[in-house]
């Protein structure tokens, strides 16, 4: 069941948001060859300790708990990678996903960020995956439903020729972090039967993942969460919290 926001919440929300994309902000500065991606979600622990804010990823159910309040996934990790001692390289790719719920309201945003400078290829795999979720958020003040806004998507990835990920997708958030609808990153055949309506108080987390070789991922056996590319090819995740509003799309992740 899809439950809108009214005003008042989504501005809740945004502050949620805000402290999210202040983590991020803060994490960010950390991504430096030598730093651990422990040392990165210490910060974003920090950062919403000193807010008053509860982490949404600590304890998240699974074959072990997962331990931290961030997903950091270097390279050909896609998704859901646990900070620990990796070393960052120069030329790596750092995904960094985290949410937050402050009085009572979530929110959730993850980026991808280059060690150092990356080569060519990398490069362009960050500015597609940013780009795609930048189209999706002005595309969902253009169209009606998210089908369309996901067929534009997935088109402008597969120009090029990267591929979408179809084994996570995009989600409503509220009072919780993961409510309905499931929106993909692809026309899939369920939302080709129960579409979404991108209506005002309609709130979205969109995040598409961007693979530079196939789509195709597996969850790793040694940790039980880390998302791979089965090919071993790079990855990246751009993802913002979304509220549809009579006035067009807003972004509830930013600092600003
Ligand atoms: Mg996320
Ligand atoms: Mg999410």
Request: aromatic share 4%; net charge negative.
């Amino acid at each position: 069941m899809i439950v809108l926001k009214s005003r008042r919440e989504i501005a809740l929300m945004r502050e949620a948001g805000r402290l999210v994309a202040v983590a991020l902000a803060e994490a960010a500065k950390l991504v430096q060859p030598g730093v651990t991606t422990r040392e990165i979600d210490a910060s974003i622990e920090a950062t919403f300790e000193k807010a008053g804010a509860q982490p949404l990823f600590k304890g998240v159910p699974g074959k072990v708990p997962f331990p931290a309040v961030s997903c950091i996934s270097v390279n050909e990790e896609v998704v859901h990678g646990i900070p620990g001692d990796r070393v960052l390289q120069p030329g790596d790719l750092v995904s960094i996903d985290t949410g937050c719920r402050l009085a009572g309201w979530c929110a959730d945003s993850a980026w991808t960020y280059p060690v150092g400078p990356v080569d060519e290829r990398r490069q362009r795999l960050l500015e597609i995956g940013r780009g795609v979720l930048e189209l999706a958020i002005a595309e969902c003040g253009r169209k009606q439903r998210w089908s369309e806004v996901a067929t534009l998507m997935a088109q402008e990835v597969r120009r090029a020729r990267f591929s979408v990920v179809e084994d996570f997708v995009g989600h409503g958030i509220g009072r919780e972090m993961h409510e309905d609808p499931q929106v993909p990153n692809y026309l899939s055949g369920s939302l080709a039967k129960t579409d979404v309506t991108l209506e005002p108080g309609l709130v979205l987390a969109i995040e598409p993942m961007v693979n530079a070789g196939g789509k195709s991922t597996k969850t790793s056996r040694r940790d039980h969460w880390t998302v791979v590319t089965r090919d071993g090819e790079p990855s990246v995740h751009f993802e913002h919290t979304v509220a549809m509003t009579a006035e067009g799309p807003v972004v509830l992740t930013s600092a600003g």
